[in-house]
């Protein structure tokens, strides 16, 4: 997202002009594919269906930055016969820091305004992390987090590009001062040309490789991402030695920015990247940048070196910065998943606005009035910006610990005891509990000690009660049945019953292989072969309940509906074995699905609750794989609790003062806990007498 600091003369259109990297300090037609970068992210983040390819244009920012850094350096060590590793890193932090410190530091001010409350810790990490140039490597890390699935994007995310070039520049400017250290062998171009290209293959390699294994995470470290700006150092230390004629650098140029175009057109949200994909817009950007400088009128030297086109490269860098806030910021205040047209306009509209006055204010006074060029300056700067920042965080993650503080009241806080009374939400002058920014941690303590990860294939379990019960029962399936724990925890110390939870996220439990990622999920295959192991061996229970996800899918399946009858089968071949040897299968109905971040609704809208509740339509719109296993099966048995949770066709999102979701589809545990005496009058309905 960034380049060093640049001339603002103007450049006149020889007829005939050197090639890319020759010693023109200014590049005009590589300050509008600035523009280009830029105009593809803003386009993607306003309207996906636009450009659903559009995030490649970080790539192409990716490519710009190393060429020019890569040029700088380039230059140093010819002119000096050194590279200044302090003047490298003021230069950075001239460029960088100052417009990023005013982002950063406005948007954690705003989000104490206009974010829902549930999201300020989060905001607080990642404004953290986004000073600390580390943001990427936070997105990698909650990118496998299955708890974070429904997190929101916050107003900083966008941060994580930035935080790989900082990173990738704490590598690559080692080499050029090795190498202008070297001897009259290591000294040569064709030294740190191997060096270069050496990374880049490396890196694309391995972003290969991790981006077919695990995208998610691909997809923000910076080993997957360097070998483009590597690229585009590549062709900085490449191109002094190539002299292309001008019909191929006219060729080259509309190349690149064809290639550039077909991916921001064809690629989308589903296309492993960055990976092999990422060569196209990578490619692209090389092609356009080593086109350089061409008199033909219809060059893309013509179209990106005109003064519409500078104008958006000038602008790029602060309008990457304020874009993405802007549009956070404005779906909050609409409500909305997605801003409809006349919002998205206004929001292109105040971006654009923003990054001219942050450009005319910040970052044109840094480079004239020659500001930070100390290194005392520059490192005094770096300090003040991150703890200013970091206060701000500070304040945030405080708001929201002072937010969490509700105690539980069993007076108040009835939960499904209020259903059938003249106010089934509560009193509305009784605090929630648990809290909306409590919500997301009011879990069972299976999520702490024995919830498995989706990549563990190895059993684990919690198990609860007596070694000498005379009833053992199960609960097996993914975070829908782990969420039944509180509520069957309480009937087993009740009935005297030694408890076994068995919870893996995702999988439910059948020998039908499930889809995850779009990929065949079969560690949860593996986990349930395991499991019916144990079951049958070690546990032998008398009961076994089970339960998961409506919204599990059949890897096989074309349909959801085709693969809930895939799961129920896969679930009946393990039912039946169990039945055999004598144990009661209970099957419970899944829970209603709300609408996405329920507690950030609540929030939002906690004077009329009526904006958070669903149809019980909707709630329960996919079949139950479960209640079609059951209906093959004779011998198990169905609990449905769907009254404890929604009024006639209704679905609640506040029952009895207690916030029912922690998010869109599971209860908090406080829920499950008051649930057990209906859970336990429901049993007593199915179970065969003591």
């Known amino acids: 997202m960034s380049a060093e600091t640049r001339s603002a003369s103007t450049v006149s259109t020889p007829a005939a002009a050197p090639p890319a990297g020759s010693e023109r300090r200014f590049l005009p037609e590589v300050q509008g594919l600035r523009a280009v970068a830029v105009g593809l992210v803003l386009v993607y983040h306003l309207d996906h269906d636009l450009l659903p390819g559009g995030y490649v244009g970080v790539d192409v920012f990716f490519v710009i930055s190393g060429f020019l850094i890569t ?30 410190s005013v982002v950063l530091a ?8 206009l974010l829902p409350e549930p999201r300020l810790a989060e905001t607080a990490e990642e404004l953290a992390a986004s000073a600390l140039y580390v943001e990427n490597l936070f997105l990698a890390d909650k990118s496998v987090d299955y708890l974070a699935a429904e997190s929101a994007a916050s107003p900083v995310q966008h941060f994580w590009s930035l935080a790989v070039e900082e990173q990738f520049y704490l590598l690559w400017p080692l080499l050029f001062v090795a190498w ?8 040569r171009r064709r030294a740190i040309l191997a060096v270069t290209a050496g990374v880049f293959a490396v890196s694309l390699g391995f972003s290969a490789v991790l981006t077919a294994s695990d995208a998610q995470s691909a997809y923000f470290l910076p080993q997957t991402r360097m070998w483009e700006l590597a690229a585009g150092g590549v062709l900085a230390v490449a191109a002094a030695r190539i002299s292309w004629p001008a019909a191929a650098r006219w060729v080259l140029g509309w190349a690149g920015l064809a290639a550039i175009g077909y991916a921001a057109l064809n690629y989308n949200d589903q296309t492993p990247f960055p990976g092999l994909a990422a060569l196209v817009p990578v490619a692209g950007a090389v092609a356009v940048i080593a086109a350089g400088q061409n008199g033909e009128r219809w060059s893309t030297y013509a179209l990106l070196a005109g003064r519409p086109a500078r104008f958006g490269g000038d602008l ?3 309008l990457y910065l304020w874009h993405w806030p802007v549009i956070v910021f404005a779906l909050v205040m609409t409500g909305s998943s997605e801003l409809e047209p006349l919002y998205a306009g206004l929001a292109a509209v105040v971006s654009v606005l923003l990054a001219w006055a942050t ?6 006074p840094v480079r004239r009035w020659g ?3 100390s290194g005392r300056h520059a490192a005094a700067f770096a300090v003040a910006a991150a703890v200013v920042v970091g206060l701000i965080g500070a304040g945030q993650a405080a708001r929201y610990t002072w937010l969490q503080n509700a105690e539980f009241d069993p007076v108040q806080h009835v939960g499904p005891a209020a259903l059938g009374t003249s106010e089934p939400a509560g009193s509305g002058d009784a605090p929630l509990y648990p809290s909306p920014v409590a919500a997301g941690d009011d879990l069972p303590d299976v999520w702490a000690r024995c919830q498995a990860d989706p990549g563990a294939v190895k059993l684990q379990s919690c198990v609860y009660g007596p070694d000498d019960a005379d009833t053992t029962v199960a609960l097996v399936g993914d975070s829908h049945a782990a969420q039944w724990a509180p509520a069957l925890r309480r009937i087993a110390e009740e009935r005297d019953w030694r408890l076994h939870v068995y919870a893996k996220s995702s999988c439910s439990f059948t020998l039908t292989t499930l889809g995850r990622d779009g990929k065949a999920y079969s560690e949860c295959t593996e986990w349930n072969e395991a499991l019916f192991d144990e079951l049958t061996g070690e546990v032998e229970p008398d009961i076994l309940f089970t339960t998961s996800s409506a919204n599990n899918e059949a890897a096989s399946a074309a349909t959801q509906s085709e693969g809930a009858v895939d799961i129920a089968a896969g679930m009946n071949r393990l039912w039946g074995p169990l039945e055999d040897a004598g144990t009661d299968v209970v099957a419970i109905r899944d829970t209603p699905r709300m609408a996405t971040r329920l507690p950030e609704c609540v929030a939002l809208h906690s004077e009329d609750l009526s904006k958070c509740e669903r149809s019980a339509e909707d709630a329960f719109s996919n079949e139950d794989p479960q209640l079609l296993a059951a209906e093959n099966d004779a011998d ?13 066709d209704t679905c609640l999102p506040v029952i009895g003062n207690v916030l029912v979701y922690r998010d869109s589809n599971h209860i908090t545990a406080t829920y499950s806990e008051l649930l057990a005496p209906k859970l336990s009058q429901a049993l007593d309905g199915v179970l065969p007498a003591p």
């Open 180 to 187: 202008a250290a070297g001897g009259p062998l290591w000294g």
């Open 636 to 648: 198990a048995d169905v609990v449905d609790l769907t009254d404890e949770f929604c009024i006639g």
């Open 371 to 373: 500001l930070l060029r």
């Open 359 to 364: 450009k005319v204010a910040v970052e044109d």
């Open 106 to 113: 406005t948007t954690g001010l705003a989000a104490f305004w």
């Open 316 to 318: 790029s860098y602060s």
């Open 71 to 100: 040029s700088l350096l380039l230059r140093e060590a010819r002119t000096e016969g050194r590279v200044s590793l302090g003047r490298f890193y003021i230069r950075r932090i001239r460029r960088i820091l100052p417009a990023a």
